[in-house]
């Protein structure tokens, strides 16, 4: 709740709470692990590449199947720590998931692929499927970021 209110915590407080969740990893849910990677990553603290791993590692151990929200949520966290997570960017599941992507995580996905440098043909072609489906079906509603898209599949080009 601290990352969503956007308020500061220190970098040392940051810093203690991803050792603990190191320390506690075998006994803490993949959703517990991926909110915590995510609130520090969300507040713009670093986190060292070993324990990002590490942490990566034990949530998939402990996710029973492919979770698109989740792995959105990793991928943004990932892009944001600068991280590239081979294994979990391999995903042969993602591109034929996106269609139950929110908005939000197609644009993140689309985002976190271009801040990564992850080119690959058939997630880009399965993004923008999405993005023009989301656009046709909205009515007003909610639509991925096309500025963020765009940005995405250039840098990618």
């Known amino acids: 709740t601290v990352a969503k209110m956007k308020q500061q915590v220190p970098a040392d407080h940051a810093r203690r709470m991803m050792h603990a969740m190191v320390r506690l990893q075998n006994a803490a849910s993949a959703r517990d692990i991926n909110k915590a990677v995510w609130a520090v990553s969300s507040l713009g603290h670093e986190l060292p590449p070993q324990q990002l791993q590490q942490l990566l590692q034990a949530s998939a151990r402990r996710q029973q199947q492919a979770d698109l929200f989740q792995m959105e949520k990793w991928l943004w966290a990932c892009a944001k720590q600068r991280y590239y997570p081979k294994k979990l960017l391999a995903a042969r599941w993602l591109p034929s998931a996106l269609h139950t992507a929110s908005p939000e995580a197609v644009t993140n996905i689309a985002w976190a692929c271009g801040r990564l440098g992850h080119r690959d043909e058939q ?14 079906a909205s009515s007003g509603g909610a639509t991925p970021d096309l500025a963020v898209v765009c940005w995405a599949v250039a840098v990618l080009m």
């Open 123 to 136: 997630l880009m072609a399965a993004l923008l499927a999405e993005v023009a489906w989301q656009l046709a």
